[in-house]
Structure formats: C-alpha cells, structure tokens
C-alpha cells in the first residue's frame, strides 16, 4: 500500500506564497495520478492540481496560473507551489494518489495540512 504525508502548511497572508510537500512511501509503482485536492468549511471537496505518470497535467480554474505542481522522483515527493494567495484559498490541503485517472476516485491520500490565508 502507499503512505502520503503532507508537509509546509501554515498561515500567510494574502499574495504571499507557500509551498506543500508530499513525501510518498510503500508500493508508489502503484500510482498512476499524484495531486492535491482541498476541503474547506461550507464547500465541496476540491481538485486543486494532478500530474499523471505520462507527464499530463491538470489545474482547477480556480488555481490555475498561480499554484504550480512538481515532484522529484528521486525522492518520491510531489510539490505545490501556492503563490498569489487568496483567502479563499484557505482550507485542509489533502495530498492523493490513484491507480488510475482521478475519475475512477482516490485510491490513498494524507492526513492534509492547513493553508490559512489571512492579514
């Protein structure tokens, strides 16, 4: 099975920048998609960024030109960099792995890591 732990959440303030880590372990051969997706109160579960295994990569329209998604294989880490930030980008940042496309669901993801956006 993978593990997926979430790191650098924290509190910002409006148009600065953060960047999440998510360090992956276990059978990580498994996983075709890797992203981010969001939860915050009052509001839907959120895809925020994905990157497929074949190099495809997707954003939410909400996010798109500001947060960028990166990993290093090497190191079994993905990355999003959050820049520009807004307050309603508050919410628990949860980090997600699939076998498949997104559309078949969410085989494993994180604990997830506040991001606060606030003056």
């Known amino acids: 099975q993978v593990q997926l732990v979430e790191s650098g959440g924290g509190l910002v303030q409006p148009g600065g920048s953060l960047r999440l880590s998510c360090a992956a372990s276990?059978?990580?051969?498994?996983?075709?998609?890797m992203g981010w997706y969001r939860q915050a109160p009052g509001k839907e579960r959120e895809l925020v960024a994905a990157h497929t295994s074949v190099g495809d990569t997707t954003y939410a329209a909400s996010v798109k030109g500001r947060f960028t998604i990166s990993s290093d294989p090497d190191k079994n880490t993905v990355y999003l960099q959050m820049s520009s930030l807004k307050p309603e980008d508050t919410a628990v940042y949860h980090c997600?792995?699939?076998?498949?496309?997104?559309?078949?669901?969410?085989?494993?993801w994180g604990q997830g890591t506040q991001v606060t956006v606030s003056s």
């Open positions: 997600f792995g699939a076998i498949a496309t997104i559309k078949k669901g969410y085989d494993y």
């Open positions: 276990g059978s990580i051969f498994s996983i075709y998609t």
